[in-house]
């Protein structure tokens, strides 16, 4: 029956055309990357057209050319693995993990502007390759450097929004309030009932938005920090200083490691393909012509779950408790009872396990040679590192996991702690800030696409039963 088949060949061949796809692209944008443009709308000006023909093509030519099978685990198991979303700023591997625009982590670690030789790539680099498909240079990446920060401006109103909630509200609560209070100011929503701009234009005025979304978000997110766990002292944005240094700057970190690691930090959370809940949070509103504003404070909302973006702060809560019952000089014996003893209660071991990948994350491994080359003898990152031998091992003897190994959100938090962001509670406003520059390409490019509402078929169980029994 074509409902059960196995899906095994079409994720196989889908794994092919992927890393095809990204070695050849990856060649194109290395050749492309010294381009003398400083002006990146001018940049998407000129791809645009372009891609709108592709994607008529595919349309004209394989519109009716099957991706996959859909099965009942497909429909009762939260559609995983179910091909049915155009997401076109990265791509994620089971095996290989993420891709930006076809580049790998490393990859972009290596050729994407830093702000020191050999540093950490520069969150404005990324921002130019997820929208434009091209690696850019220095000379570009300051130049958007500077244009956000001319765009970074927040009205005292969003302040006033924030601060009507009490600050015990969660830090995300107060950050999608004040996303949300930013959407006053939005250029889609203007021009969208004024009429003035074809639809086919739609994508200027939804750039306009985004760009200054991601400008502003840090400033919101600062002030957020800043009121809950400082006593309300305000840093102002320093013009001089880049994307990441700024943030951490905002905040009240000024080391120069501090400033590194929040450069790698919003460059390695900022996309993660389109079908896990911010991303998709984001698309599926967007699809509804609903602003940018309107779409990122759906998608801030899908993050502040325990099950997606709520993880990192869980995973140093626990790291602590660990230390706490323990100590910090925990032997491996004595950390391979805690977990059991975790996992005895039916809770999880917060930081393990993946939707998607199949392998240690590549976001992981960055974040531990970050560690290894600055915190070598940090205690908590011993602990992980201990945790990365002991966990694995035990999750595969469990035998219900498909994916034993750490995740993203299993590092991040001891290096925060590291450097003083100790609040664990507002870590997932971190993992927003940097998932703007992802979300908001993707919005730019579903305009200038023309991608349309997404509507996808609902069955209960009694149609489910029925196409059954119609089947045998």
């Known amino acids: 029956m074509v409902f059960l088949r196995s899906v095994s060949a079409i994720s196989r061949l889908r794994s092919r055309v992927a890393k095809q796809s990204s070695v050849s692209n990856s060649v194109r944008w290395l050749q492309t990357q010294g381009s003398s443009e400083l002006d ?29 099978n859909i099965t009942v685990d497909m429909v009762l198991g939260g559609m995983r693995g179910m091909t049915g979303l155009l ?14 625009r ?60 924030i ?43 939804t750039f306009e938005d985004a760009l200054n979304l991601i400008a502003r978000v840090p400033v919101v997110a600062s002030y957020v920090y800043r009121r809950m766990f ?48 911010s991303a998709h949070a984001g698309h599926l509103v967007g699809s509804a012509l609903s602003d940018p504003y309107l779409a990122f404070a ?28 323990c100590g910090e000089n925990i032997s491996k014996e004595q950390l391979k009872d805690y977990v059991w003893k975790t996992l005895n209660s039916g809770k999880v071991v917060p930081g393990y396990g993946h939707g998607v990948l ?17 915190l070598p003898d940090d205690p908590l990152f011993q602990l992980v590192s201990k945790l990365y031998e002991v966990v694995p091992p035990i999750l595969t003897e469990l035998g219900k996991v498909k994916n034993p190994w750490p995740n993203v959100d299993a590092h991040s938090g001891v290096l925060l702690n590291y450097y003083g962001l100790t609040e664990a509670r507002y870590y997932t406003v971190l993992f927003g800030v940097s998932r703007s520059l992802g979300i908001c390409s993707q ?14 078929k609902s069955v209960n169980m009694d149609w489910l039963d029925k196409f059954m029994s119609l089947s045998r």
Not at 94 to 99: K, L, Q
Request: charged fraction near 25%; aromatic fraction near 8%.
């Open 298 to 325: 759906a998608a801030l909302n899908g993050l502040a779950g325990p099950l997606h973006g709520l993880a990192n702060q869980e995973v140093l809560l626990w790291i602590k408790s660990v230390v706490e019952e």
């Open 87 to 100: 997401w076109e700023t990265s791509l994620l591997d089971a095996e290989e993990g993420i891709r930006f």
């Open 230 to 277: 400082k006593d309300g002292s305000i840093i102002p944005l320093d013009d001089s200083l880049d994307y990441g240094a700024n943030f951490s700057h905002m905040l009240g970190f000024d080391s120069p490691q501090m400033k590194e690691l929040m450069r790698l930090y919003v460059t390695i959370h900022s996309d993660h393909e389109g079908g896990n809940v």
């Open 40 to 68: 990146l709308k001018s940049q998407l000006q000129e791809i645009i057209p372009e891609q709108q023909d592709r994607l008529k093509k595919l349309k004209s030519q394989h519109g009716t050319v099957p991706v996959g």
């Open 358 to 374: 199949r392998k240690t994350d590549p976001r992981y491994v960055c974040q531990r040679e970050f560690a290894l080359k600055h």
């Open 443 to 456: 919005l730019i490019w579903d305009r200038a696409l023309g991608l349309p509402l997404e509507r996808p």
């Open 102 to 161: 076809g580049m790998s982590i490393p990859e972009c670690q290596k050729v994407l502007p830093a702000a020191q030789p050999g540093g950490e790539p520069l969150p404005e680099g990324l921002l130019w390759l997820l929208l434009t498909g091209k690696v850019p240079n220095k000379e570009q990446v300051d130049a958007l450097s500077k244009e956000l920060a001319s765009r970074a401006a927040v009205p005292d109103y969003v302040y006033k929004a």
């Open 163 to 205: 601060n009507a909630l009490p600050l015990t509200a969660h830090p995300m609560t107060q950050f999608a309030s004040g996303v949300m209070a930013l959407q006053v100011e939005s250029e889609f929503q203007k021009a969208y009932e004024e009429g003035v701009v074809h639809k086919s234009k739609f994508w200027e005025p």
